[in-house]
């Protein structure tokens, strides 16, 4: 257990670093081939302009990678059944907005499109963050959902939008899956691999600790989808995880530390632990525990949205007709609800990376792509995005870009107003989501913490009441929550101590206490499995917590 607060990477760190270890070329090229496949066949049958939209649905694939294949399928079809959803919903209101426009109506109508997009954009990362899920989340989902908005000008209606965005999204689900025919274990062996290597990398640099920090949690979130692990115990003979606990066991001996800041791909859980984790409890418990305006889930949703707001709105005013643009670019920055000094380093690599990207789509204007080089261009950004989409914005939204400006039909547009009305949106977007993040609600760290803490007493109470009729075995359910509330816990004490250091001091030895005592109980019941826990050991237990 930590004593004091964990390190701080400096800015240059958080800026310069790759957060994910491990290659990710397989894993890009099936996102390349899941656009270059259906695209390949739409062009020999006459459809080149469809082109953009079984890109948008190619994005899928993205998705999935990293799961085991008894997860991945679900996930999958998930994020294809949100980006079919999204592009026809996006293809409707731009529908009624430049059907309004175009028919002599004001400019404001775009006001639908904001308020559209902000409520996506609210929506997708209020789940995100309340589910914990990994990078990239909900953006590429909202930068599809915005860009259909722009459709209306390739003369699909909002059915053939969607009809194409799902070539793109079953392309997605053959190519994701395709491997499990040839290695059902792969993805848990991959992970296992890169934990492996990660460790045996590490130098005691803050970037190369967090990679093998993030490789250790990557690992048993993959071998508890693939059902290698459960409840705290190894139910797989494979030695999968039995080889992760060594790999864990041998960081933890070098006198690590953890450090959780230098990335968006949180590390929800206790490295310095070398113990097999209870899995993540159900999706409905961490929807529902979020629903309080001091979460981490809630406050991130409604700092993003106002900011979206601002983002959106300035954008109109400007006479600018790409409000989705503005809004998008707002949400990468504040998706994962980043501390301050990484938030703004996310605002840096968005800005830079945006100003690249919509270089890159300049030149791809100035060479005239249609057709083939259209179908190359656009599998060689989802390769690349793919490749970069964990390890650093700044260069995974180069190839993003061009992607999304030509969803948003860029092409026929004089490439001159392009790049400097979005280069001006990328500025204003930057601006908003910064003064959100720094001056919105400054007692945010403390009362989310605070919550927290509460609920790590609850959980123990829970599980300690569970424990008087039952014997710890009988009581997995409370454990595996008593340990996801002792983790966020954990992950807001470490983010307090970074932004309210004053408040952290005080807060510290409470936060230790809270970290023994809760790990101790869940020690005793996986030592003691089918023994009931005599009441005076759980009457002791609850005066310590009271």
Same mark, same amino acid.
């Given at each position: 257990?930590?004593?004091?607060?964990?390190?701080?990477?400096?800015?240059?760190?958080?800026?310069?670093?790759?957060?994910?270890?491990?290659?990710?070329?397989?894993?890009?090229?099936?996102?390349?081939?899941?656009?270059?496949?259906?695209?390949?066949?739409?062009?020999?049958?006459?459809?080149?302009?469809?082109?953009?939209?079984?890109?948008?649905?190619?994005?899928?694939?993205?998705?999935?990678?990293?799961?085991?294949?008894?997860?991945?399928?679900?996930?999958?079809?998930?994020?294809?059944?949100?980006?079919?959803?999204?592009?026809?919903?996006?293809?409707?209101?731009?529908?009624?907005?430049?059907?309004?426009?175009?028919?002599?109506?004001?400019?404001?109508?775009?006001?639908?499109?904001?308020?559209?997009?902000?409520?996506?954009?609210?929506?997708?990362?209020?789940?995100?963050?309340?589910?914990?899920?990994?990078?990239?989340?909900?953006?590429?989902?909202?930068?599809?959902?915005?860009?259909?908005?722009?459709?209306?000008?390739?003369?699909?209606?909002?059915?053939?939008?969607?009809?194409?965005?799902?070539?793109?999204?079953?392309?997605?689900?053959?190519?994701?899956?395709?491997?499990?025919?040839?290695?059902?274990?792969?993805?848990?062996?991959?992970?296992?691999?890169?934990?492996?290597?990660?460790?045996?990398?590490?130098?005691?640099?803050?970037?190369?600790?967090?990679?093998?920090?993030?490789?250790?949690?990557?690992?048993?979130?993959?071998?508890?989808?693939?059902?290698?692990?459960?409840?705290?115990?190894?139910?797989?003979?494979?030695?999968?995880?039995?080889?992760?606990?060594?790999?864990?066991?041998?960081?933890?001996?070098?006198?690590?530390?953890?450090?959780?800041?230098?990335?968006?791909?949180?590390?929800?859980?206790?490295?310095?632990?070398?113990?097999?984790?209870?899995?993540?409890?159900?999706?409905?418990?961490?929807?529902?525990?979020?629903?309080?305006?001091?979460?981490?889930?809630?406050?991130?949703?409604?700092?993003?949205?106002?900011?979206?707001?601002?983002?959106?709105?300035?954008?109109?005013?400007?006479?600018?007709?790409?409000?989705?643009?503005?809004?998008?670019?707002?949400?990468?920055?504040?998706?994962?609800?980043?501390?301050?000094?990484?938030?703004?380093?996310?605002?840096?690599?968005?800005?830079?990376?945006?100003?690249?990207?919509?270089?890159?789509?300049?030149?791809?204007?100035?060479?005239?792509?249609?057709?083939?080089?259209?179908?190359?261009?656009?599998?060689?950004?989802?390769?690349?995005?793919?490749?970069?989409?964990?390890?650093?914005?700044?260069?995974?939204?180069?190839?993003?870009?061009?992607?999304?400006?030509?969803?948003?039909?860029?092409?026929?547009?004089?490439?001159?107003?392009?790049?400097?009305?979005?280069?001006?949106?990328?500025?204003?977007?930057?601006?908003?989501?910064?003064?959100?993040?720094?001056?919105?609600?400054?007692?945010?760290?403390?009362?989310?913490?605070?919550?927290?803490? $509460?609920?790590? +007493? *609850? @959980?123990?109470? %829970? =599980?300690?009441?569970?424990?008087?009729?039952? &014997?710890?075995?009988?009581?997995? !359910?409370?454990?595996?929550?008593?340990?996801?509330?002792? $983790?966020?816990? +954990? *992950? @807001?004490?470490? %983010? =307090?101590?970074?932004?309210?250091?004053?408040? &952290?001091?005080?807060?510290?030895? !409470?936060?230790?206490?809270?970290?023994?005592?809760?790990?101790?109980?869940?020690?005793?019941?996986?030592?003691?499995?089918?023994?009931?826990?005599?009441?005076?050991?759980?009457?002791?237990?609850? !005066?310590?917590?009271?």
């Amino acid at each position: 257990m930590m004593e004091t607060p964990p390190p701080r990477p400096s800015a240059w760190q958080l800026f310069t670093a790759f957060h994910s270890p491990g290659r990710r070329w397989p894993g890009a090229l099936r996102a390349g081939l899941a656009m270059g496949l259906p695209g390949t066949v739409a062009i020999l049958l006459g459809f080149e302009a469809e082109l953009l939209l079984i890109a948008a649905g190619s994005f899928t694939v993205i998705h999935g990678e990293g799961y085991a294949y008894r997860a991945r399928w679900k996930v999958l079809l998930t994020a294809g059944a949100l980006f079919i959803t999204g592009a026809v919903a996006g293809a409707f209101v731009g529908t009624v907005v430049w059907g309004q426009i175009e028919a002599g109506a004001t400019r404001w109508w775009l006001l639908l499109t904001v308020a559209f997009a902000t409520a996506i954009a609210g929506v997708g990362i209020y789940v995100a963050n309340a589910l914990r899920l990994p990078p990239p989340g909900p953006w590429f989902i909202l930068l599809v959902t915005g860009a259909s908005t722009m459709t209306h000008r390739l003369d699909l209606n909002p059915v053939e939008v969607g009809a194409w965005a799902g070539v793109g999204v079953l392309s997605s689900v053959l190519v994701g899956m395709a491997p499990a025919l040839l290695n059902p274990r792969g993805p848990e062996e991959d992970a296992v691999r890169v934990l492996e290597a990660a460790v045996a990398d590490s130098d005691g640099s803050v970037e190369k600790l967090h990679q093998a920090q993030t490789a250790v949690t990557h690992a048993w979130f993959t071998l508890a989808d693939a059902r290698a692990i459960h409840a705290g115990r190894i139910v797989d003979a494979s030695g999968l995880a039995e080889r992760t606990l060594a790999a864990q066991a041998t960081l933890v001996g070098t006198g690590s530390r953890a450090v959780d800041e230098i990335s968006d791909n949180r590390n929800y859980l206790d490295v310095d632990r070398v113990k097999v984790p209870h899995t993540r409890p159900s999706i409905s418990y961490r929807l529902y525990r979020s629903i309080h305006p001091d979460s981490h889930a809630m406050m991130t949703a409604t700092r993003v949205m106002l900011a979206c707001l601002g983002a959106g709105v300035t954008s109109i005013a400007l006479g600018f007709n790409r409000p989705d643009w503005a809004i998008v670019s707002t949400l990468l920055i504040l998706q994962w609800g980043p501390d301050k000094v990484p938030g703004t380093i996310r605002g840096v690599h968005r800005f830079l990376g945006s100003v690249l990207g919509v270089g890159l789509f300049g030149v791809l204007y100035l060479l005239d792509v249609h057709a083939w080089t259209l179908m190359l261009a656009l599998s060689v950004c989802l390769f690349f995005s793919e490749i970069f989409v964990t390890r650093n914005y700044a260069l995974a939204v180069i190839f993003t870009t061009p992607v999304a400006l030509m969803l948003g039909g860029a092409l026929q547009e004089p490439v001159g107003v392009t790049v400097y009305e979005r280069v001006i949106e990328i500025a204003f977007s930057v601006i908003f989501a910064l003064a959100l993040l720094w001056l919105y609600r400054s007692d945010a760290e403390p009362a989310h913490h605070l919550r927290l803490q $509460l609920r790590c +007493r *609850r @959980a123990m109470e %829970s =599980l300690l009441g569970a424990l008087l009729t039952s &014997a710890p075995d009988e009581a997995l !359910e409370q454990r595996r929550d008593l340990q996801y509330e002792l $983790l966020s816990e +954990r *992950r @807001a004490a470490q %983010s =307090l101590s970074r932004n309210n250091p004053d408040v &952290a001091t005080q807060r510290w030895e !409470e936060h230790l206490h809270l970290q023994r005592t809760g790990y101790a109980l869940l020690d005793y019941c996986e030592a003691h499995g089918d023994t009931r826990l005599p009441f005076g050991d759980i009457q002791s237990v609850a !005066e310590r917590i009271s």
